[in-house]
């Protein structure tokens, strides 16, 4: 798990971006069900954050969990594998977006795949803490 702090005010393009790569990480979490390709969702995740959002460079990554935190890579920004989602993958689904002069912004959370969907294990706030 991810989350973005700021000491003082947000920046209004951070504020913004974060907002997007919620929304990309909840279509991951709304779309992503047993039997779903993990090569073909990559690309209908990619489709949805080049539609609300034309900014910059992103990643929009799903890893494995294991005895190490990133097994493997299910499906990220070199590639996929070719294997459908499965009841009780547990998985990290992240999402970044460079923000011109901030660094990357985005939003990181731990899934298990049930049988309707997928069930969220880490609770924090997704939005940027402010100290």
């Known amino acids: 798990m ?3 702090v700021v000491v003082g005010e947000i920046p209004k393009k951070v504020n913004e971006t974060m907002d997007y790569m919620i929304q990309v ?3 991951c979490v709304d779309n992503i069900t047993p039997g779903v390709n993990a090569m073909e969702f990559r690309e209908e995740a990619r489709s949805y954050l ?3 959002t034309k900014r910059g460079f ?4 799903a890893h494995s969990i294991g005895l190490e ?7 990220g920004p ?5 294997i459908p989602f499965e009841e009780n993958m547990v998985m990290d689904i ?10 990357l912004v985005g939003v990181e959370d731990c899934y298990r795949i049930t049988s309707s969907g997928c069930e969220r294990l880490s609770h924090l706030d997704k939005k940027i803490v402010i100290k």
């Open 2 to 4: 991810s989350r973005g």
């Open 25 to 27: 990480q909840e279509y």
């Open 50 to 52: 080049k539609n609300i």
């Open 58 to 61: 992103y990643l929009i990554t």
């Open 69 to 75: 935190c990133e097994e493997a890579h299910l499906f």
């Open 78 to 82: 070199t590639g996929a594998m070719d």
């Open 94 to 103: 992240e999402v970044w977006l460079n923000v011109r002069g901030q660094g």
